[in-house]
């Protein structure tokens, strides 16, 4: 399965092994991670690093419903010291609320931080309720209890900024908070109670 790329200049095909290619290699440039591993081949907890030109046996890559999903099998150098997690808009803003619930007790996880980044509030991941148990994994009960919840809809973005540790608005982002609609969609009073939490 290629990612098919139509527009009024031409065709672009472009093979899920380039894609793992690139994604590889911008994973193992990633601090604390020393290489990949295969997705079929763990004995006894015990893997070989893959080199670069294998990359693609240590991911998967799918299309969903127009949505290119990479997954990962990334080998972490043992030891490494995680402190901080930097996500950015609503396409990753679902790790911290992750992190709180699966991984609250792990000691691994225990201390470290997360900062949400927004560069368009433009885009805020409206998605029905759904997604939760279905995708995310996610029990139902953070949207009964307001977490994920903006009117009827989940709002992912949302729910990253209620439980980040901190975030952060880029100019972008600052002068959209001003518009009328981030006011009438309620997402303005969270983002402004989150800076006042913190500021106090």
Known sequence: MALEINNDLGHVSISDDVIASVAGGTAV???????????????????EILGKENYSKGIKVKKDEGKLIIDLYIIVMYGTKISEIYVNDWHTSMIPL????????HSF????????????????????????????????????NGLTRMGDSVNLLKSGIE??????????????????QMHESGIASVIEGKLNNKAS
């Open 29 to 47: 440039s990633c601090y604390g991670i020393i290489g990949m591993a295969s997705k079929n081949q763990v004995k006894d907890g015990i893997t």
């Open 98 to 105: 992750i992190l709180n619930v699966d991984y609250k007790y």
């Open 109 to 144: 996880y225990q201390k470290v931080k997360t900062t949400l980044n927004i560069h368009n509030l433009e885009y805020q991941g409206w998605y029905s309720v759904d997604i939760l148990p279905n995708v995310l994994g996610i029990s139902r009960q953070y949207y009964d």
């Open 163 to 180: 439980t980040a540790t901190r975030i952060q608005l880029n100019e972008i982002s600052t002068e959209q908070l001003k518009l009328p």
